[in-house]
């Protein structure tokens, strides 16, 4: 399907109508395109398909985050009207470009947004925590969000790291990389200005699967096929309640197993200097 307006797909809009999304919905996606296994749309094509099952009064909301931290030596300043997100996927950087889609300000985890609730969730981000209170991801949880994980499982779900907030862990403080430091560079009329962060800082989701069968186990879990691609939609109030209350007992448990990952080295550590591992 190539035409030079984005387009509907009937077959994937009835995939998203029996998974779950529906009119008015405000959805928080995390995906990837390559598992729809649809060459013959474009990624705007999707889009546009989802648009169209919220309809005029929902939301779509993506992270297009650039984690422009001023330790690593070779970032670019970040210019929220410019700077492409990494590692966010295709659709995600499509969304960014999209037309009327607004982009938050943060300098590492910017989001975009279309339709009826896109102000209130970029607008005056540019200081906020970065997925704590404050931020783009508090504002999508409490207007109600539902979490859309196309193609992808937990371990891409940045709603986790806003339920780590909720919950109080005591590691929050602990840099994503000590050498990334807690500044990002913003570009400014003039030239690149460094700008401080909140000592709130997201880190390692690679343990974050081990949320998808424990939700799963809860009944939290709406499953389903969306072309290719293995789906999960969920309530990002009843899911973040649920994760935080587990996290609140067992405050290491989504921390990564991965040898060598500082982060959640550091975190344990701190976890068992105050008996809480």
């Given at each position: 399907m190539t035409t030079d307006q984005p387009q509907v797909v009937p077959d994937i809009l009835q995939d998203l109508a029996r998974l779950g999304v529906g009119p008015d919905d405000l959805i928080v996606m995390h995906s990837s395109f390559k598992a729809l296994g649809r060459p013959d749309i474009a990624p705007a094509d999707f889009l546009r398909t989802l648009l169209e099952a919220v309809g005029p009064n929902g939301t779509l909301m993506a992270p297009t985050f650039t984690y422009?931290?001023?330790?690593?030596?070779?970032?670019?300043?970040?210019?929220?009207?410019?700077?492409?997100?990494?590692?966010?996927?295709?659709?995600?950087?499509?969304?960014?470009?999209?037309?009327?889609?607004?982009?938050?300000?943060?300098?590492t985890y910017s989001v975009a947004a279309i339709g009826r609730h896109a102000s209130q969730l970029t607008q005056n981000k540019e200081s906020s925590s970065a997925l704590g209170f404050g931020s783009s991801y508090d504002e999508a949880f409490q207007l109600g969000a539902r979490i859309l994980l196309v193609g992808v499982g937990n371990d891409r779900n940045s709603m986790l790291h806003y339920a780590e907030t909720?919950?109080?862990?005591?590691?929050?403080?602990?840099?994503?990389?000590?050498?990334?430091?807690?500044?990002?560079?913003?570009?400014?009329?003039?030239?690149?200005?460094?700008?401080?962060?909140?000592?709130?800082?997201?880190?390692?989701?690679?343990?974050?699967?081990?949320?998808?069968?424990?939700?799963?186990?809860?009944?939290?879990?709406?499953?389903?096929?969306?072309?290719?691609a293995d789906c999960m939609l969920m309530d990002s109030r009843e899911m973040v309640s649920a994760v935080a209350e587990r996290l609140k007992r067992e405050p290491g448990w989504m921390l990564c197993h991965t040898f060598g990952c500082e982060p959640c080295t550091l975190r344990r550590r701190r976890l068992r200097e105050l008996e809480l591992l």
């Open positions: 422009s931290y001023a330790g690593f030596w070779d970032v670019r300043p970040f210019d929220p009207a410019t700077s492409p997100g990494i590692d966010n996927g295709i659709l995600t950087e499509t969304l960014r470009q999209y037309p009327g889609a607004r982009r938050s300000a943060h300098p909720v919950a109080g862990v005591p590691y929050l403080d602990i840099p994503w990389r000590a050498f990334a430091g807690s500044s990002a560079l913003v570009a400014q009329e003039g030239g690149p200005v460094e700008v401080p962060l909140p000592k709130e800082y997201p880190a390692c989701s690679l343990g974050f699967g081990v949320v998808d069968p424990y939700l799963d186990s809860l009944g939290l879990l709406r499953k389903g096929r969306v072309a290719s």
